[in-house]
């Protein structure tokens, strides 16, 4: 996913055009649970007596990891930097460069893109490289890779930066669990907790480098205000309830998505990339703006080849029904049981 205006361009396109559209009638680029699951809102005294350490403590007991490999963050976005701008730094150390960065395409840009601004070379499509990245569940796709397909597609490679953004929307364990050495797993409330407003998210390093990356955090980070502890501790002690309208959301909307795209069945997280074969995808995606329709376009997401739907606002069966008779009128083709097939499998990059 190369970009001529340098690393950061796709990601501010990106997000400009979620922004500048959100008033349209019909948002399907909506990631998260916010405004939809209600994080409770924390006391004055609860407040008061937030810390770091005990947020700390509680991630860990959740994760089942030991709370020294966790270092809080202000989301899942500034984790992946830090993560990636300590590992090109430890690469130029030891070796004199960074090194490469391979992805799956389609991924989610800003993962991508903060890898080459921190200095990482784009990597083969396939073969070892300094750090692989990647979303887990996928975004777009909305697949999960389980533990030994994450260590079967990244073998070889010396580190692994996970995402785990969306996880929460699943039962799954965090790969961070198992102390696997050169893995990297970040995390944020902002999805399925829908605790946009808390700022808060996590990194949790390997074992081997669990020192080593406390000083480069110390070193970087400012400390995550009380009113955010305390907003991130409540939404942990309301896990049962609000993970639990999250995953009934999903499960509402999941077969309504796979009636019409049956790969869809087996999604883990509320996103779905929909392949456009031989039409234009980012075409689709203005034209779908005229219609008061708001997806989010492949070129994104390093896939020029479909556009990203969402299925967390409470009106998707009316903005899913809006975009099928929309992308029917567009194509002349009816939307029907039986799809193109399009397998929740990223391919790998191949730079250009």
């Known amino acids: 996913m190369g970009n001529p205006d340098g690393p950061g361009a796709q990601t501010d396109r990106f997000f400009h055009w979620l922004q500048s559209h959100a008033g349209v009638r019909h948002n399907l680029s909506v990631s998260g649970m916010v405004g939809v699951v209600r994080p409770p809102r924390p006391s004055r005294r609860e407040i008061d007596r937030a810390t770091t350490s005990t947020l700390r403590e509680r991630l860990g007991e959740l994760l089942g990891i030991d709370p020294s490999r966790i270092y809080l963050t202000h989301g899942a976005t500034e984790g992946n930097a830090l993560v990636l701008a300590y590992l090109a730094r430890t690469g130029r150390r030891a070796r004199g460069s960074p090194g490469r960065v391979r992805a799956w395409m389609p991924e989610y840009v800003p993962l991508w893109e903060a890898a080459l601004a921190s200095g990482f070379s784009a990597g083969p499509a396939r073969g070892p490289a300094a750090v692989a990245v990647v979303s887990n569940p996928r975004n777009p796709e909305g697949g999960l890779w389980e533990r030994r397909e994450m260590e079967a597609r990244t073998d070889g490679d010396r580190a692994v930066l996970i995402d785990e953004t969306f996880r929460e929307f699943t039962e799954a364990p965090s790969l961070a669990a198992p102390g696997h050495r050169g893995w990297w797993c970040t ?85 779905f990339f929909d392949r456009t074969p031989g039409v234009d995808a980012r075409r689709l995606a203005v034209r779908a703006l005229r219609r008061s329709i708001l997806v989010a376009p492949g070129v994104y997401f390093g896939d020029p080849g479909g556009v990203r739907i969402c299925l967390t606002r409470p009106q998707f069966p009316a903005d899913f029904a809006a975009y099928l008779r929309f992308r029917d009128d567009e194509t002349g083709r009816r939307s029907d049981p039986r799809p193109v097939q399009t397998a929740l499998r990223a391919p790998s990059l191949r730079p250009r």
Do not use: M, N, Q
């Not at 480069?216 to 309208?245: K, Q």
């Open 187 to 271: 995390g944020t409330f902002t999805k399925a907790y829908g605790g946009d407003a808390l700022r808060v998210g996590w990194i949790v390093s390997p074992p081997e480098e669990a020192e080593r990356f406390r000083r480069w955090h110390t070193l970087l980070t400012d400390s995550v205000g009380p009113a955010s502890l305390a907003g991130a501790i409540g939404c942990l002690e309301a896990r049962d309830r609000l993970l639990g309208e999250a995953r009934s959301r999903l499960d509402r909307y999941r077969p309504l998505l796979a009636r019409h795209r049956p790969e869809a069945a087996g999604l883990a997280a509320p996103v």
